[in-house]
């Protein structure tokens, strides 16, 4: 081999040498790139999280920001109100700062409802969490906000408190049907949801009323305080005294001495020529077979035109007590609460206590709860009324 081609041959084997060399020194450099240890990005929470070591716990706050809980969010503002306001009352809620403030979602106003969580995230969540296992909530969220934030959401509370809280400028009596009618569903929505039987699991828990069914009692509520001259916050009161308008049993245990049974009574024993009868109250007006019987028999003898109520609040000829709708229990509450009314003269807080403890003994304690709750419907309902609240959809986005 001439000198010339072992010249050629190591000059190609330098540069595929070369060639290797600085292929391996890319991988060299590829492995390190992936594998080599490198700190972790630091978190954007980081700045706001931050742990506090005490002798006997550790907690994390957040420095410079305030803890808020969401709590429920309505699409209406009537019942937001109604809502926010009952959480006031709320007594694993008392001394918790309360917000009640609108933001826009896909164009529409969204009324949320928030509280002040302690500074201590660990606390902040377990109360959230206790409030949903009382059934006081049904979901909840977490967030922080800025002192200026916190500012705004105060002022906006103030504000909705007091529009709802001012002088009415007219009453219920001048509200036109459909508009009352929307804020009546609203209110006796807002009651059976808030029942105390559905917050603490009390048996047999009742159903919150749907919008439609609140909405057909409104209606017959609006009819018979109409039809019988009664005021309709009478009703109100007597509605959610009684079951907080839901329909479920009552007192499947009272019972009424009479002379003798009647068709469909149980009779539970005899003396002296009476009987003891069963006599439980029933719907959500409460009202016992005796007095359904009671009620009948002033229907039958009433001059009135009944074919001007609706066709299903018209009580049957023929009364079968076990077999009652509960529009026509609406009709047989109106009448008998404008029995009483007659009977004591006009008198709301006697026909209201008779309503509940009988003629000879009307329950004066059942009567200021009658009224508290008529008051409270008069003052929300007028502002309603006020504020020219249009009779929109009340479900809620969150329904607690």
Request: glycine share 6%.
């Amino acid at each position: 081999m001439s000198a010339e081609s072992v010249s050629r041959r190591r000059t190609i084997l330098a540069a595929g040498f070369g060639a290797l060399a600085a292929l391996a020194a890319s991988a060299a450099i590829w492995l390190a790139f992936v594998f080599w240890p490198r700190g972790l990005p630091e978190p954007a929470v980081r700045s706001i999280l931050q742990p506090v070591i005490e002798p006997d716990q550790v907690s994390v706050q957040s420095p410079g920001f305030v803890d808020i809980g969401d709590i429920a969010a309505f699409d209406d503002e009537l019942f937001a109100f109604l809502m926010f306001d009952h959480y006031r009352s709320v007594h694993a809620l008392r001394g918790r700062e309360l917000f009640l403030a609108s933001t826009e979602e896909s164009g529409r106003p969204l009324y949320r409802i928030s509280i002040r969580l302690p500074s201590s995230l660990e606390e902040g969540i377990q109360l959230l969490a206790t409030l949903r296992h009382e059934r006081l909530i049904t979901e909840y969220d977490w967030r922080w906000v800025t002192p200026p934030v916190l500012a705004r959401m105060r002022r906006a509370t103030v504000l909705f408190t007091a529009a709802w809280s001012g002088p009415a400028a007219r009453t219920m009596s001048r509200i036109d049907r459909h508009e009352l009618q929307a804020f009546l569903r609203r209110f006796i929505r807002f009651k059976s949801i808030t029942d105390p039987r559905i917050a603490h699991g009390i048996q047999p828990m009742p159903s919150p009323l749907s919008k439609p069914a609140a909405s057909r009692l409104a209606a017959n509520m609006i009819d018979v305080a109409d039809f019988y001259h009664l005021p309709l916050d009478l009703l109100l009161g007597i509605g959610a005294m009684e079951n907080n308008y839901m329909d479920i049993p009552g007192d499947l245990e009272n019972t009424a001495w009479k002379r003798r049974p009647e068709k469909g009574d149980i009779v539970i024993r005899r003396r002296r020529g009476k009987v003891l009868v069963r006599n439980d109250s029933r719907g959500v007006w409460q009202i016992t077979r005796e007095s359904l019987r009671y009620a009948h028999r002033l229907y039958l003898a009433d001059k009135r035109d009944y074919s001007v109520l609706p066709e299903r609040l018209r009580p049957p000829e023929k009364l079968d007590p076990d077999n009652v709708s509960s529009d026509v229990l609406t009709t047989y509450a109106g009448l008998l609460l404008r029995d009483l009314l007659d009977r004591f003269h006009g008198d709301v807080a006697k026909a209201a206590g008779a309503y509940n403890g009988g003629p000879d003994h009307p329950n004066d304690r059942y009567a200021a709860g009658v009224e508290m709750v008529a008051a409270y419907a008069r003052r929300i309902l007028d502002r309603a009324a006020a504020r020219n609240a249009a009779p929109a959809p009340s479900s809620s986005r969150r329904v607690p």
